[in-house]
């Protein structure tokens, strides 16, 4: 089955660990990108990445970061930096410009900072 | 930078009622839009997606439709069921070809 696989699904973390959350595709999309959602929030964008090697902080990247050494994955960390990191973290993917479109989402991580 | 408002914020109807969620944006020069439904603690799932150069798509009971003049786009579901009860965005992808959402509209069905 193809789609957008996120680990893990809770993850809870103490006041000034780093944590890394995990986003592997199987639908062979360029782009992948790292949203934050809130209660009440829209999605807010943190990184996108249209390339494999290359990564653009989207409107909250500080606090965060990301790598992008393979096509199929695109792992996010939740650094000490980042003052309120308890949220539900979306990671997506979409087929190229020159074809739909269309976006595609895992099933979220949720970070509660103990 | 492109802005998406999603009216009603929440909608609590009885079953059976057909139902026009919108979406409006501010920046016409559009690649494409895209309609959503997250149910609760879980990712988004793709219901319809519209290009620039489209008037409508249909799904089922589901149909969306675009103005890009007007910058709006509508939801419309017919004959709503407890099933459809989640919360729906739209995001809507410009030149930049990055999504930017609405902050949704959370719907309510009950028997």
């Known amino acids: 089955d193809g789609g957008i696989t996120q680990s893990p699904k809770y993850l809870f973390r103490k006041e000034g660990q780093n944590v890394t959350l995990s986003c592997e595709q199987n639908?062979?999309?360029?782009?992948m990108y790292w949203y934050r959602q809130d209660p009440g929030q829209g999605l807010r964008l943190i990184y996108y990445?249209?390339?494999?090697?290359?990564?653009q902080k989207g409107d909250i990247a500080e606090g965060y970061s990301v790598s992008r050494e393979k096509k199929e994955s695109f792992p996010l960390t939740v650094t000490s930096a980042q003052k309120n990191p308890t949220a539900f973290y979306l990671c997506a993917s979409s087929i190229p410009q020159d074809g739909t479109g269309e976006l595609f989402f895992g099933e979220g991580s949720r970070l509660t900072v103990l | 930078k492109q802005e998406v408002t999603q009216i009603p914020a929440a909608l609590s109807v009885p079953e059976g009622e057909n139902l026009v969620l919108n979406c409006s944006f501010t920046d016409s020069a559009i690649y494409n839009l895209q309609w959503f439904r997250q149910d609760p603690g879980k990712g988004l799932t793709s219901l319809l997606l519209?290009?620039?150069?489209?008037r409508e798509q249909t799904s089922g009971r589901l149909n969306a439709s675009l103005d890009k003049s007007s910058g709006r786009s509508t939801l419309y579901i017919a004959a709503s069921q407890p099933g459809d009860s989640a919360t729906y965005l739209c995001a809507v992808r410009g030149g930049s070809y990055i999504p930017t959402f609405g902050r949704g509209t959370s719907l309510i069905v009950h028997p």
């Open positions: 519209i290009q620039s150069s489209q």
């Open positions: 990445s249209q390339i494999v090697n290359d990564f």
């Open positions: 639908l062979n999309h360029d782009a």
